[in-house]
């Protein structure tokens, strides 16, 4: 799991922004079936090790308004392009959901699988029946599987849906707009006082500002624009709560960085690379190295 994808878990497991985010871009015809309201998050991760290259997961059941249940599945694409063949992975995603539930001995359960994109190239969407192009005969044709997703393409809206139409949430406002320029350095920082201005009523709630902290954290992590810019911008929101947002946002990149000095050297230590070596490749003192080693 990369940091969008912990970034996107963090505001999107808060139901409400969950449930701002299945209404303003699911399809009217399918948005109206379902009970919004009893959407709870299902905390099972259903993606194998094989799928994790690509997508992580975030579930919801849900129950529809006729009868029956419903899990939505929200699989953030991680790769930033395209698969060659996403319907292979949909397919053996839904399999692992109801093998296991087959095997609990629970009644299977309508799966809306939801693909979030938020890639450089275009979504070229080739339906699946279209991988078979030597098939033209229908008596032929019914042995292929129909297999049907809801495709959130974040880069195709422009920013005035985004921000008027498309979501309700402040957080998700600000969650879209960092997503469609994520890719592009110099368009997210002039896009930063944009961002903030919707997270500009939680930076100075004790309660809510680690969900700012956590945008700043990533947008360090991910870009090359400066901490004092976006320190900048965010104090021009609010000085006290900017200065908290900053300290905070530093001291979890420095632990952050830190820790993964500390992964890669407990690696090493398994491969049996020296002392020395691990201490000069992680920088990382010898006694520090010691420790872990223990």
């Given at each position: 799991?990369?940091?969008?994808?912990?970034?996107?878990?963090?505001?999107?497991?808060?139901?409400?922004?969950?449930m701002d985010l299945v209404q303003g871009t699911?399809?009217?015809?399918?948005?109206?079936?379902?009970?919004i309201p009893t959407m709870t998050l299902d905390n099972t991760s259903y993606v194998d090790e094989k799928l994790q290259e690509y997508y992580s997961d975030l579930v919801y059941n849900c129950k529809l308004k006729s009868s029956g249940d419903v899990k939505i599945t929200i699989l953030f694409e991680h790769k930033s392009y395209k698969p060659a063949n996403e319907y292979l992975q949909l397919l053996r995603y839904m399999l692992n959901i109801w093998t296991i539930q087959e095997n609990n001995k629970e009644?299977?359960?309508l799966i809306l699988p939801v693909i979030f994109y938020h890639g450089a190239t275009k979504w070229?969407?080739?339906?699946?029946?279209?991988?078979?192009?030597?098939?033209?005969?229908?008596?032929?044709?019914?042995?292929?599987?129909?297999?049907?997703?809801?495709?959130?393409d974040i880069t195709k809206y422009s920013d005035e849906l985004i921000n008027d139409q498309i979501f309700k949430r402040e957080f998700n406002k600000a969650l879209a707009i960092l997503f469609k320029y994520i890719h592009n350095d110099v368009k997210l920082e002039g896009k930063l006082p944009e961002i903030f201005e919707h997270l500009n009523m939680y930076i100075e709630d004790e309660k809510i500002n680690l969900l700012v902290v956590s945008f700043v954290s990533y947008i360090m992590e991910l870009t090359e624009i400066e901490a004092t810019i976006i320190q900048n911008i965010v104090s021009s929101k609010s000085i006290k709560g900017g200065e908290i947002v900053m300290t905070t946002a530093m001291k979890l990149r420095t632990e952050g960085k830190t820790e993964g000095k500390k992964e890669d050297a407990r690696k090493m230590l398994a491969k049996k690379y020296s002392l020395d070596d691990i201490s000069e490749i992680t920088g990382l003192s010898i006694e520090e190295i010691r420790k872990l080693s223990k």
């Open positions: 799991m990369n940091e969008l994808d912990k970034l996107f878990r963090e505001i999107e497991s808060i139901k409400e922004n969950a699911f399809p009217k015809n399918i948005y109206s079936k379902l009970d009644k299977l359960t070229e969407r080739k339906y699946f029946l279209e991988y078979f192009d030597d098939i033209d005969d229908p008596d032929l044709q019914q042995f292929i599987p129909v297999i049907e997703y809801i495709l959130t």
